[in-house]
């Protein structure tokens, strides 16, 4: 029971994480006259492309964790 704890916590930190990076790279995007709609058809300065590269990982990480959850419940 603690590891599904540890895995329902991870994946919880890495929701808040997610989001906080959401909301970091839309004012970034939007404070540099960008629509972060957009953010796959731009060449993006080298700050956002990393904000954008770490919120892109983070997904990927949530991805598996929540599907590493879902298979063993």
Same mark, same amino acid.
């Given at each position: 029971? &603690?590891?599904?704890?540890?895995? +329902?916590?991870?994946?919880? $930190?890495?929701?808040?994480?997610?989001?906080?990076?959401?909301?970091?790279?839309?004012?970034?995007?939007?404070?540099?006259?960008?629509?972060?709609?957009?953010?796959?058809?731009?060449?993006?300065? #080298? +700050? *956002?492309?990393a904000l954008y590269s $770490?919120?892109?990982? &983070?997904?990927?990480? *949530?991805?598996? #964790?929540?599907? %590493? %959850?879902?298979?063993?419940?």
């Amino acid at each position: 029971m &603690i590891v599904m704890d540890d895995r +329902h916590q991870e994946v919880g $930190e890495f929701r808040q994480k997610l989001r906080a990076l959401d909301a970091e790279f839309d004012r970034e995007m939007r404070a540099r006259g960008f629509d972060p709609a957009q953010a796959e058809n731009v060449a993006l300065p #080298s +700050h *956002l492309a990393a904000l954008y590269s $770490e919120r892109e990982q &983070i997904r990927a990480a *949530l991805e598996e #964790s929540e599907g %590493t %959850t879902d298979d063993r419940d």
